[in-house]
């Protein structure tokens, strides 16, 4: 649970399980859920976030994407809020390591569920008026889910990795407009 100042609030996934170097490579994600403190009153708030496991990547030339749908839930104004993100790599950097190699990784957000694309997120960077259309906090009633999260393993990383456990933390900090 973490709460940084009111209407915002933080997800905080950490890779588990990392590389196998057999015929390709094992990663998996853990995403950790969110709870307020006093989630009746929260203006902001974030449910719905599962593990992330790519399983064996077995083609290390295109992209592996996982993407996962969540409930973003926001009391302001016109149900506006805003998504930030910051790795655990050096200045907030999208990195995993395994403690010699370090392998980037991209993030993106979509305001719609069921989404595979969306806005580049970068560390640090608040991406503004995104919408929801979630009818309370845990999208109980109305739509189950209402956003977008894809985690990306570009080619490009996961050609030059080498073998190893690969872990690092990703925080997502979802704040009131």
Same mark, same amino acid.
């Not at 905080?12 to 170097?21: I, S």
């Not at 592996?64 to 809020?81: D, F, K």
């Given at each position: 649970?973490?709460?940084? =100042?009111?209407?915002?609030?933080?997800?905080?996934?950490?890779?588990?399980?990392?590389?196998?170097?057999?015929?390709?490579?094992?990663?998996?994600?853990?995403?950790?859920?969110?709870?307020?403190?006093?989630?009746?009153?929260?203006?902001?708030?974030? #449910?719905?976030?599962?593990?992330?496991?790519?399983?064996?990547?077995?083609?290390?030339?295109?992209?592996?994407?996982?993407?996962?749908?969540?409930?973003?839930?926001?009391?302001?104004?016109?149900?506006?809020?805003?998504?930030?993100?910051?790795?655990?790599?050096?200045?907030? =950097?999208?990195?995993?390591?395994?403690?010699?190699?370090?392998?980037?990784?991209?993030?993106?957000?979509?305001?719609?569920?069921?989404?595979?694309? =969306?806005?580049?997120?970068?560390?640090?960077?608040?991406?503004?008026?995104?919408?929801?259309?979630?009818?309370?906090?845990?999208?109980?009633?109305?739509?189950?889910?209402?956003?977008?999260?894809?985690?990306?393993?570009?080619?490009?990383?996961?050609?030059?990795?080498?073998?190893?456990?690969?872990?690092? #933390?990703?925080?997502?900090?979802?704040?009131?407009?």
């Amino acid at each position: 649970m973490s709460v940084f =100042g009111q209407g915002q609030a933080s997800c905080v996934p950490r890779l588990r399980r990392g590389w196998r170097a057999t015929a390709g490579l094992s990663v998996g994600i853990l995403l950790l859920q969110l709870a307020l403190a006093t989630p009746a009153t929260a203006k902001v708030r974030i #449910t719905g976030l599962s593990d992330v496991n790519f399983g064996t990547i077995s083609n290390l030339t295109i992209d592996a994407v996982q993407a996962q749908s969540m409930c973003v839930y926001s009391n302001s104004t016109g149900n506006l809020y805003g998504v930030r993100a910051a790795g655990s790599g050096a200045g907030g =950097g999208f990195t995993l390591t395994n403690g010699v190699t370090t392998m980037a990784y991209d993030v993106r957000w979509n305001s719609q569920s069921g989404q595979t694309n =969306g806005t580049v997120l970068t560390s640090g960077v608040l991406l503004t008026t995104q919408t929801t259309n979630a009818q309370n906090q845990t999208c109980s009633t109305g739509p189950p889910t209402t956003a977008s999260l894809i985690v990306t393993l570009p080619a490009t990383s996961l050609s030059s990795a080498s073998a190893g456990n690969y872990s690092g #933390t990703l925080t997502l900090i979802v704040s009131e407009e």
